[in-house]
C-alpha cells in the first residue's frame, strides 16, 4: 500500500496485479512500459536481516519452497525484460525509509529522456539540460547533496 500511496502521491497513475504479464507485477505503469514488485524479504530471500532468516522448523520443506520463489522471480523478471517491460523490486526492508523510497521512485518513474537511473556513484543527473550534455540534478533542481529538495 505504501508504494502504491506513494505512485499515486506522484501523480502517476496505474493497474494492480495484471495476470496477463510474467509473474503478476504488482504495480504496472502501462504508459512507460514498467512494472514493481514489491517483495516480502522472507518469502523472496532478500539479503537483508529478514531475508538472510532460515526457518528452523521443517527445513526440507522450507529451503526448497524458498529457492523456487527466487527462480521463479527471477524467470518472471527475465522474461518481462525480453517483452520489454522495464523492472524495479522493492523489498519490504526499502519500504520504511519513506523518504528514500519516494526519490527512487520518482527516478525511476521519470521519462528517460529527462532523468538517468541513479548511477553506480550514487550521483544523480539529468540528461537532456543543455542540448545532451548530462548535469547533476542537484545543479538543475536545487536538490541538497542528499538527493532532497
Not at 518472471?76 to 527512487?104: F, H, K, M, Y
Request: glycine share 8%; proline share 5%; hydrophobic share 40%.
Amino acid at each position: 500500500m505504501l508504494v502504491r500511496r506513494l505512485a499515486h502521491g506522484l501523480g502517476y497513475r496505474f493497474r494492480l496485479h495484471r495476470r496477463d504479464l510474467p509473474g503478476t507485477p504488482d504495480i504496472i505503469f502501462p504508459r512507460f512500459k514498467k512494472v514493481i514488485f514489491v517483495h516480502g524479504c522472507f518469502w523472496h530471500r532478500h539479503d537483508c536481516r529478514l531475508g538472510g532468516r532460515l526457518p528452523t522448523t521443517r527445513p526440507e520443506y522450507w529451503l526448497p519452497k524458498l529457492a523456487r520463489n527466487v527462480e521463479r522471480d527471477r524467470m518472471a523478471e527475465a522474461e518481462l525484460a525480453r517483452l520489454g517491460w522495464s523492472v524495479l523490486v522493492i523489498w519490504e526492508c526499502e519500504t520504511r525509509n519513506t523518504a528514500a523510497l519516494q526519490d527512487r521512485l520518482r527516478l525511476w518513474l521519470s521519462p528517460k529522456d529527462r532523468a538517468r537511473q541513479v548511477d553506480a556513484a550514487g550521483a544523480r543527473w539529468c540528461e537532456g539540460v543543455h542540448h545532451g550534455e548530462g548535469v547533476a540534478a542537484e545543479a538543475v533542481h536545487g536538490l541538497d547533496r542528499s538527493g532532497r529538495l
